[in-house]
T-cell receptor, first 118, second 112 residues
Framework: EAGVTQFPSHSVIEKGQTVTLRCDPI?????LYWYRRVMGKEIKFLLH????????ESGMPNNRFLAERTGGTYSTLKVQPAELEDSGVYFC????????????????FGPGTRLTVL | DAKTTQPPSMDCAEGRAANLPCNHS???????VYWYRQIHSQGPQYIIH???NNETNEMASLIITEDRKSSTLILPHATLRDTAVYYC?????????????FGTGTRLQVTL
């Protein structure tokens, strides 16, 4: 079974440019999460999709960040325009339907996208 | 979600047991203790979770005190590949439908 994949693995852009990160969750996982770690800080939650709907977007830092999950499969996270403080590693995670019984339904994380804004 | 406190770093000799403590004195009755780890340059990885009974799986054991105010993650035979940052997370059991709140974790260094 393929794990969570993220693209690109690294991205270097200049301040003011736009970057789009992509996450492909594990097939069949309805729940998709975005997290990020900025330099020297803890991993922070950004938002949570259930299928194509945003369940919780309380962690989105500002309106320069736009997440989508059209069709409930892969998700994109766009940063426009990028600022220096957006540099960090962006993680995507997915998990199964919460109603599945008998298991915790752990979150499976991708390897992350390292974003550098110059 | 309850706040957790972990030592910033620990060392362990390869082949020995690694015991990673976590304090969660404000944990409430319906909150679980979860452990994740992040190996360098990888995404976080689930290890184990528990409510009040001790738990064991193929990766580790979780010992939760009777008052549930603290817990210990035990890696019975640490290897170099267990070098990672370990996160203790406390939250209510909602299946999959909620975020994980990561703290600073414990950086475990396994040495020869």
């Amino acid at each position: 079974e393929a794990g969570v994949t993220q693209f690109p693995s690294h991205s270097v852009i200049e301040k003011g440019q736009t970057v789009t990160l992509r996450c492909d969750p594990i097939s069949g996982h309805d729940n998709l999460y975005w997290y990020r770690r900025v330099m020297g800080k803890e991993i922070k939650f950004l938002l949570h999709f259930v299928k194509e709907s945003k369940q919780d977007e309380s962690g989105m830092p500002n309106n320069r960040f736009l997440a989508e999950r059209t069709g409930g499969t892969y998700s994109t996270l766009k940063v426009q325009p990028a600022e220096l403080e957006d540099s960090g590693v962006y993680f995507c995670a997915s998990s199964q339907d919460r109603r599945r019984q008998g298991s915790y339904n752990e979150q499976f994380f991708g390897p992350g996208t390292r974003l550098t804004v110059l | 979600d309850a706040k957790t406190t972990q030592p910033p770093s620990m060392d362990c000799a390869e082949g020995r047991a690694a015991n990673l403590p976590c304090n969660h004195s404000t944990i409430s009755g319906n909150e679980y203790v979860y452990w994740y780890r992040q190996i360098h340059s990888q995404g976080p990885q689930y290890i184990i979770h528990g409510l009040k009974n001790n738990e064991t799986n193929e990766m580790a054991s979780l010992i939760i005190t009777e008052d549930r105010k603290s817990s210990t993650l035990i890696l019975p035979h640490a290897t170099l590949r267990d070098t990672a940052v370990y996160y203790c997370i406390v939250r209510g059991y909602t299946g999959t439908a909620s975020k994980l709140t990561f703290g600073t974790g414990t950086r475990l260094q396994v040495t020869l």
